[in-house]
């Protein structure tokens, strides 16, 4: 069974650019999570989506947005992208939402904004 | 607030044993898992508990205590393979929320 799938691996835009990424989950998942992550500040939560539907957001701008298609696979769309959006993005499927859920993750995409 | 705590670092030598402790604070609490992400990879599933007391999967053990919202990775018979980072999580009402990580360098 192929694993989580994210597209593009590297991204390299400018400031003031949107960008948007790609995730597809397991087959058979149907929740999928998004995170950023930074040299020393750990998994960021960004969103979770499941049927389609958002059912968690985290603590990041309105620039941050995302999307679940009927077939699980999920998007991400940053605009008016900033230095500080930097950053490695995650992206994990997992079966359900059950609170013992175990999340694979994807290699995720390295976005560099100059 | 809601916020996990662990070591940025440890240092071990290969056959050792080693233990990267991790506090949390929330509201909330469902249970606790271990992550393992090597350099340039994607983080991986060690471990979870959600009651308290050791779970132990091979090398690996992982403790809870919900008590003292505090919890501790072990890993037995080091091997330089395990040099990677460790994240311990919380899944409370959101969705799961991560500490910053612990870097294991494992030297021979």
């Known amino acids: 069974k192929a694993g989580v799938t994210q597209t593009p691996r590297y991204l390299i835009k400018t400031r003031g650019q949107q960008v948007t990424l790609s995730c597809s989950p397991i087959?058979?998942?149907?929740?999928v999570s998004w995170y950023q992550q930074t040299p020393g500040q750990g998994l960021q939560f960004l969103f979770e989506?499941?049927?389609?539907?958002?059912?968690n957001k985290g603590n990041f701008p309105g620039r941050f947005s995302g999307r679940q298609f009927s077939n699980s696979r999920s998007e991400m769309n940053v605009s008016t992208l900033e230095l500080g959006d930097s950053a490695l993005y995650l992206c994990?499927?997992?079966?359900?939402?059950?609170?013992?859920?175990?999340?694979?993750f994807g290699s995720g995409t390295q976005l560099s904004v100059l | 607030g809601q916020s996990l705590e662990q070591p940025s670092e440890v240092t071990a030598v290969e056959g050792a044993i080693v233990q990267i402790n991790c506090t949390y604070q929330?509201?909330?609490?469902?249970?606790l898992s271990w992550y393992q992400q090597h350099d340039g990879g994607a983080p991986t599933f060690l471990s979870y508990?959600?009651?308290?007391g050791l779970e132990e999967t091979g090398r690996f053990s992982s403790f809870l205590s919900r008590s003292d919202s505090y919890g501790y990775l072990l890993l037995q018979e080091l091997q330089m393979k395990d040099s990677a980072s460790y994240f311990c999580?919380?899944?409370?009402?959101?969705?799961?929320?991560f500490g910053s990580g612990t870097r294991l360098q494992v030297q021979p």
């Open positions: 994990a499927s997992s079966l359900g939402r059950a609170t013992n859920e175990k999340l694979f």
């Open positions: 087959s058979g998942h149907r929740s």
């Open positions: 989506y499941f049927s389609e539907t958002q059912r």
């Open positions: 929330t509201s909330g609490f469902y249970g």
């Open positions: 508990n959600a009651l308290d």
């Open positions: 999580a919380y899944t409370g009402r959101r969705a799961l929320t």
